[in-house]
């Protein structure tokens, strides 16, 4: 099977209990991880009674603009990615503060049916999409004959999952970066605002900046106040992108 579309699965949000003894004057419509942040940041200065009568929006914009980026960080988003490739997660993990990952493992999953993830840049051209379909083929084809090879190989290993592991870990060499992989991505509203801000760039790579679009979609969708000032835009390139009015708050 071929990807021409990552999958982007919203996992988890916060869940916000307010303490009886501190409630605070909501205003306006708001979801708990806005709520979350917004009494993380009036508990710096005891203004739970909202003396400037903020909405939530207002307020998380406030923070955004004054750079109190850090209330933002109570509210943590799980999302499941699928339909992407090796070399996309391989630059996604670059992103460290405020980030966990839990991703397919090449080891103990056999790679011999998976699937790829067609490159954006050669969807829509025949000749180029053939022959890159050729190569990725041959490439699992490889793969197939190597793990066989190495469980007789290894045949004195006792432990059959080991002896798999030992195989498919040596014959994964051969597959492209193009393999589709699944990764479970959790972080919160300022770390990934920092991410999206680097991978929806006009200067980021194609596929990671379409996944970027995606998730930014999905958490505007979930808790917009903390992702309002992003505006996705076609670039010159005729591909979407995205870019942010409040850099690194
Ligand atoms: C268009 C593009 C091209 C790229 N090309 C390459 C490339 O060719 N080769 C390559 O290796 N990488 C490349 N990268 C990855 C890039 O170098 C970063 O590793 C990646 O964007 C993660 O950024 P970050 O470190 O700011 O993120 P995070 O690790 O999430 O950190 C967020 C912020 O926290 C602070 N921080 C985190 N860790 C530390 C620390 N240890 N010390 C001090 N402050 C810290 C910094 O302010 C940092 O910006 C590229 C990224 C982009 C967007």
């Known amino acids: 099977m071929f990807y021409y579309e990552p999958t982007v699965t919203l996992l988890a949000r916060p869940a916000f209990v307010e303490p009886q003894h501190l409630p605070v004057n909501w205003i306006g419509e708001s979801t708990d991880g806005e709520r979350l942040a917004e009494f993380a940041g009036r508990l710096c200065y005891m203004s739970q009674r909202n ?32 339909g992407v490739s090796r070399s996309l997660t391989h630059e996604l993990v670059r992103h460290r503060a405020g980030f966990a990952y839990s991703q397919l493992s090449q080891r103990y999953v056999d790679e011999s049916q998976a699937n790829f993830v067609v490159p954006p840049a050669i969807v829509g051209d025949e000749a180029l999409e053939g022959a890159w379909r050729g190569q990725v083929e041959g490439a699992q084809r490889s793969y197939v004959t190597l793990v ?13 999952v080991h002896r798999r592991k030992m195989a498919r870990e040596a014959a994964r060499g051969v597959l492209p970066n193009s393999t589709e992989t699944k990764i479970v991505v959790t972080a919160n509203a300022r770390a990934w605002r920092t991410m999206l801000e680097l991978r929806s760039s006009e200067g980021a790579e194609l596929e990671i900046r379409r996944v970027a679009i995606a998730i930014l979609r999905l958490l505007q969708a979930e808790a917009s106040a903390f992702f309002s000032d992003f505006e996705i835009y076609q670039a010159e390139d005729r591909r979407e992108a995205g870019r942010i009015a409040f850099h690194k708050v």
């Open 148 to 160: 066989e090879q190495l469980m007789e190989r290894y045949g004195w290993v006792t432990d059959k």
């Open 51 to 82: 003396p400037a009568s903020r909405t939530t929006r207002d307020y998380l914009e406030n923070i955004k603009r004054q750079g109190h980026g850090s209330v933002l960080e109570h509210a943590s988003y799980s999302v499941l990615l699928e």
